[in-house]
């Protein structure tokens, strides 16, 4: 399936959202379509190279968005809000004359088991983390038995460096992303700090 692209310097988990704000020309073109067709497109963290001008290089794995949130902020770009779909693997892509990147990408199914008790900790962090700061998944109370909604929702709101984030929205088994996660919250105890 063909996907526009977008890399950027962060990373989208299924179920996550994130606020833009689009002002290159390629992009509101592919965020109009979008819209028109109420269909997604792409984002993939970037390797080299920066968000404007020239394509970047990027990782091949990432994650469909759809916009479910738009509108002209006050400095006259287009702001949007979109929530991550599914994951993909981009198989090969073109770059169109306007400099977008349209991906060949293949979506990757996720596992849907519920946390053994051993793991239950993560749960019980993610409901702390949200309790801590308010945030509004506390009312899917029956979602924090779902192994991989645990582990996306700690992935996004955990301070792990972006490669690392990288590495857990690659990983495709929720208790991998935990024993992951394990290892890289013990390297924050530790005051190594850099997480990589």
């Not at 399936?1 to 020309?25: A, H």
């Not at 592919?30 to 028109?36: D, G, N, T």
């Not at 509108?71 to 006259?76: H, P, R």
């Not at 293949?106 to 702390?128: G, R, V």
């Amino acid at each position: 399936m063909k996907t526009p692209l977008f890399p950027l310097n962060t990373v989208v988990f299924p179920e996550g959202e994130l606020p833009l704000r689009i002002f290159e020309p390629r992009y509101i073109d592919m965020i109009s379509e979008c819209l028109r067709q109420d269909s997604g497109f792409g984002i993939c963290l970037i390797e080299e190279g920066e968000e404007a001008g020239k394509p970047a290089k990027f990782f091949p794995m990432g994650t469909e968005v759809k916009i479910i949130d738009w509108d002209n902020t006050d400095d006259g770009l287009l702001g949007i809000t979109v929530k991550g779909q599914r994951r993909f693997k981009v198989e090969s892509f073109d770059i169109q004359p306007d400099n977008l990147c349209v991906g060949e990408v293949t979506f990757l199914d996720d596992d849907d088991e519920l946390i053994p008790e051993e793991y239950l900790n993560f749960s019980a962090l993610l409901k702390e983390i949200g309790n801590r700061y308010e945030l509004p998944f506390l009312a899917e109370s029956e979602r924090f038995e779902d192994a991989n909604w645990v582990s996306e929702r700690l992935a996004e709101l955990l301070p792990f460096e972006m490669s690392s984030k990288q590495a857990l929205l690659e990983m495709d088994n929720a208790l991998r992303r935990f024993d992951y996660m394990q290892s890289l919250l013990e390297k924050i105890d530790a005051g190594d700090l850099t997480l990589s």
